[in-house]
């Protein structure tokens, strides 16, 4: 896609959580075909200890039995076609229920209502599952060679989220290079694109817009 798009030109990336983690083992293994990335609140990019205290916090805050159980019932209702509808219709539930306070939101605040329209099942089978059951599982470092990029780089991340600013600075941005540029988001969580897009396009803009001048 960058090959494609970008006409020969380096390219600016932005990556929130996952995306994040996709921006960051691409900066690791491409450093010389992006000139600036933007980097929201990204995950766990290594083996070890910051998996480990995600998995805690995730399912002690957000792991519920009832939670769970409550969608059960429509389970047999939902029509299927790939197979995955039911699991699919669970998963959207629990993931648009409106919850304020931890583990990614401040207190008192919470997402808008249906920002998933489908969550994917089986991706998170996939992808959380696995890691959930035994974070020993997620095996992956990527911020290997991440310090030969020398472009700009800002790390934004968030006063409330289990991945904000306090996990951010303890695991992430050592690994990060010298010219990393991290911002704190105030009374927010999470989901600071959607919950505070003012705050987030002017800090992105500004950011942008002094290529070469962030050191």
Same mark, same amino acid.
């Given at each position: 896609?960058?090959?494609?798009?970008?006409?020969?030109?380096?390219?600016?990336?932005?990556?929130?959580?996952?995306?994040?983690?996709?921006?960051?083992?691409?900066?690791?293994?491409?450093?010389?075909?992006?000139?600036?990335?933007?980097?929201?609140?990204?995950?766990?990019?290594?083996?070890?200890?910051?998996?480990?205290?995600?998995?805690?916090?995730?399912?002690?805050?957000?792991?519920?039995?009832?939670?769970?159980?409550?969608?059960?019932?429509?389970? /047999?209702?939902?029509? %299927?076609?790939? !197979?995955?509808?039911? +699991?699919?219709? $669970?998963?959207?539930?629990?993931? #648009?229920?409106?919850?304020?306070?931890?583990?990614?939101?401040?207190?008192?605040?919470?997402?808008? /209502?249906?920002?998933? %329209?489908?969550? !994917?099942?089986?991706? +998170?089978?996939? $992808?959380?599952?696995?890691?959930? #059951?035994?974070?020993?599982?997620?095996?992956?470092?990527?911020?290997?060679?991440?310090?030969?990029?020398?472009?700009?780089?800002?790390?934004?991340?968030?006063?409330?989220?289990?991945?904000?600013?306090?996990?951010?600075?303890?695991?992430?941005?050592?690994?990060?290079?010298?010219?990393?540029?991290?911002?704190?988001?105030?009374?927010?969580?999470?989901?600071?694109?959607?919950?505070?897009?003012?705050?987030?396009?002017?800090?992105?803009?500004?950011?942008?817009?002094?290529?070469?001048?962030?050191?």
């Amino acid at each position: 896609m960058i090959k494609y798009f970008s006409n020969g030109s380096k390219v600016k990336l932005i990556g929130h959580c996952w995306g994040g983690l996709l921006v960051v083992g691409y900066l690791s293994r491409q450093p010389n075909t992006v000139s600036q990335a933007v980097l929201v609140e990204p995950t766990f990019l290594y083996r070890g200890a910051p998996v480990k205290e995600w998995v805690e916090k995730f399912k002690k805050e957000f792991l519920s039995f009832w939670r769970i159980a409550r969608y059960l019932f429509a389970y /047999p209702f939902v029509i %299927k076609e790939d !197979g995955h509808e039911g +699991y699919d219709y $669970i998963a959207t539930k629990l993931a #648009n229920e409106s919850r304020p306070g931890p583990p990614y939101n401040c207190k008192g605040q919470s997402s808008p /209502p249906n920002m998933f %329209k489908r969550l !994917g099942y089986r991706a +998170y089978q996939n $992808i959380f599952q696995p890691i959930i #059951n035994d974070p020993k599982s997620f095996n992956y470092n990527f911020v290997n060679r991440i310090d030969k990029f020398q472009g700009d780089l800002i790390l934004i991340s968030t006063e409330c989220s289990i991945l904000g600013h306090e996990f951010q600075e303890k695991y992430n941005l050592p690994r990060f290079p010298k010219q990393t540029l991290h911002v704190k988001a105030s009374n927010t969580g999470h989901n600071v694109l959607t919950m505070n897009p003012q705050w987030s396009v002017r800090t992105i803009r500004n950011f942008l817009s002094q290529e070469n001048q962030v050191k």
